[in-house]
């Protein structure tokens, strides 16, 4: 039986991959902050290694017992860089440097996001951009980074406000007319992970993309017409409401000591023509395919 490492088990990928890394056959063992009141959200089988992701000492016994290292820590709300810097980035540079000095040759798969790719339009991307940076400058052993589109399934709460005003016919676009975006269900990017580490030496220092492989991703009037399956109402939020918002909710969130969801930088996230992925190549080497399409997707949550 192998063994995979994982960071962030507790979050929204992480207890899907749990699930599905113990149904595969692996022993999982999860990486949790010593002050950790997520503990209740590991799967029976999980073994549990109390380290902080930035002290490199503690991380090394349980990296030393492990076959695979999987990094799904992350943090999506953050009033500015410094608030994602702990998990985003500081988290893979320690484990990257705890894997080098401890000369480890097993494989590293970074679970980012596609807003990586565009990093000058956020803190988040360039958070998550600036990780994957440590990552491919820094290792010495054999990795990987994968990139999942907007991931919606159970547990999640980002997309299931949207999906659920979606299901009564009513959806609220936040870009220009014709904005297009990838989805991916979340037990969809969770078997992608399982084909990573089948197929890890032919996937060594690639940065893939994966949704759910709808040609073209979907626009909000395909979306409104999946989830509800009629007809349906279109009330585009103009950007301009979004931004002032989005200014009030960032002063107030310093002011409570919250980090905040909706940001400036997240109008700008929202507000972009297109967020569209490429499957091919990772389908390509790893044979991967996605189970569930949008209209099948939303069956695990209604």
């Known amino acids: 039986m192998k063994s995979v490492l994982l960071t962030g088990a507790t979050g929204f990928i992480g207890q899907r991959l749990q699930i599905a890394l113990l149904n595969r056959g692996y022993r999982v063992e999860a990486l949790i902050r010593p002050t950790s009141s997520s503990r209740a959200r590991l799967s029976a089988g999980v073994v549990e290694h109390s380290a902080e992701l930035n002290d490199v000492e503690q991380l090394m016994p349980a990296l030393r017992r492990a076959d695979a290292v999987i990094y799904c820590a992350g943090t999506v709300r ?25 000369a480890l040759s097993i494989p590293f798969l970074l679970t980012s ?8 339009i956020s803190d988040y991307s360039n958070s998550k951009n600036l990780g994957e940076q440590e990552l ?17 399934g159970p ?10 005003l979606a299901r009564k016919g009513l959806v609220t676009p936040t870009g220009p007319p014709g904005q297009k975006i990838s989805l991916i269900h979340v037990d969809d990017v969770a078997s992608a992970v399982i084909c990573w580490l089948e197929h890890w030496k032919d996937c060594q220092h690639q940065i893939f993309e994966v949704d759910d492989g709808h040609p073209g991703g979907y626009s909000w009037r395909e979306i409104a ?4 399956g009629g007809h349906h109402l279109s ?6 409401f979004l931004s002032i918002v989005a200014r009030i909710n960032l002063s107030s969130s310093r002011l409570l000591g919250r980090a905040p969801m909706l940001t400036p930088g997240k109008v700008r996230e929202l507000t972009q023509p297109d967020w569209l992925c490429n499957n091919e190549p990772f389908v390509a080497i790893t044979g991967w395919s996605p189970e569930f399409d949008l209209k099948n997707g939303l069956l695990t949550l209604f």
């Open 78 to 102: 953050g009033r500015n860089l410094e608030d994602f810097r702990a998990a985003n980035i500081d988290g893979v540079a320690s484990i990257v440097a705890a894997m080098n000095q401890a």
């Open 113 to 120: 996001s596609l807003a990586a790719s565009r990093p000058e």
């Open 235 to 240: 009330v585009r939020i103009p950007t301009w």
């Open 136 to 152: 491919v400058k820094r290792a010495s052993f054999p990795w990987s980074i994968l990139r999942p589109t907007a991931v919606y």
């Open 225 to 228: 017409a999946i989830s509800s």
């Open 155 to 164: 547990g999640d709460k980002e997309m299931l406000p949207i999906l659920k």
